[in-house]
């Protein structure tokens, strides 16, 4: 799962952030220990292996500044869109394919219409959600950030 769902998601997130000229961003998927590797001004954290509470846990975390409400929107929004394309992606791949594949790319679809939306609604998160336990989700802080209470 992360590395199918949670890395692409924040990876949206970062390269949006970069387009914008953010530097430098820090993408962590996963608990600690996690494995470090950077790529000019992106700089990924991730442990592709994790216990259930972490299996869906991943941030981006960005120094620089973001000059405008809709910049930092569309930051926000990049990482629930990269989520709803994998899902068209999955699911056509689910649809191509038989046996086990089907069911494995179903099921990553399955997950990926999940994450979209519990990433897309403006929720804060509950107890249910372990690392992300009273944080807000990115349709929130989209709402936020466009000025909205």
């Known amino acids: 799962m992360p590395l199918l769902l949670v890395l692409p998601h924040e990876l949206g997130h970062a390269l949006v952030a970069l387009a914008f000229g953010v530097r430098p961003v820090d993408v962590y998927v996963g608990a600690e220990p996690r494995r470090d590797l950077s790529l000019g001004a992106l700089r990924m954290h991730v442990r592709a ?38 899902v068209v992606a999955y699911s056509a791949a689910g649809t191509a394919t038989g046996g086990f594949l089907r069911w494995f790319w179903w099921f990553l679809a399955l997950g990926g219409v999940w994450a ?34």
């Open 49 to 86: 292996l994790n216990g259930w509470r972490w299996l869906w846990y991943g941030t981006v975390q960005a120094e620089g500044e973001v000059a405008s409400r809709r910049r930092r929107a569309a930051i926000l929004a990049a990482g629930p869109l990269t989520t709803l394309l994998l």
């Open 116 to 149: 979209f939306a519990v990433t897309a609604l403006p929720i804060r998160y509950g107890r249910f959600f372990g690392p992300y336990a009273g944080r807000a989700s990115d349709g929130y802080r989209i709402r936020e950030a466009l000025g909205g209470s």
